[in-house]
């Protein structure tokens, strides 16, 4: 008897449904974008048994632009990709970029389980 080889599949962020009513599901690459995503974007503190997770980009989207302050960004933003995503991803470039309420970061990695090199860029915007 042959055996199946089992398909990794993650639930898709956000969450949501899919077309035949069951819970969407990512692949690998997509899995790893959609953990980029939310170490990104969220805020430290924001998550009650994970303190300390996060980047925190949008809490800086009002700090007045500055080459200071984009290097600050571009840094925090290694150290967080580097301590919570470092097993799943190598960073081979990033840029950090300010505008009015707008953060946007480009992003080159590679997905170390695949060997997959990906360029993603990610934006927010500051809520009001």
């Known amino acids: 008897m ?3 080889a089992q398909v990794r599949t993650d639930i898709a962020f956000p969450f949501r449904v899919d077309r035949r009513g069951r819970t969407a599901h990512a ?3 997509e899995h790893v ?3 980029v995503e939310q170490l990104l974007f969220t805020s430290p503190g924001e998550r009650v048994m994970r303190p300390d997770f996060g980047c925190g980009l949008l809490d800086l ?8 302050l984009a290097s600050a960004l571009e840094l925090s933003v290694q ?8 097993e799943l991803i190598e960073v081979e470039a ?3 970029e300010c ?4 953060v946007r970061v480009l992003l080159r990695y590679v997905v170390r389980a695949t060997g997959s090199s990906r360029d993603e860029v990610f934006e927010g915007r500051a809520a009001g």
């Open 2 to 4: 042959r055996a199946r």
């Open 79 to 86: 150290a967080s990709l580097q301590r919570w995503l470092g």
């Open 27 to 29: 692949s690998r690459e």
């Open 99 to 102: 505008e009015d309420t707008t």
């Open 61 to 68: 989207v009002f700090t007045p632009n500055s080459p200071e």
């Open 33 to 35: 974008r959609d953990l």
């Open 94 to 96: 990033l840029d950090v």
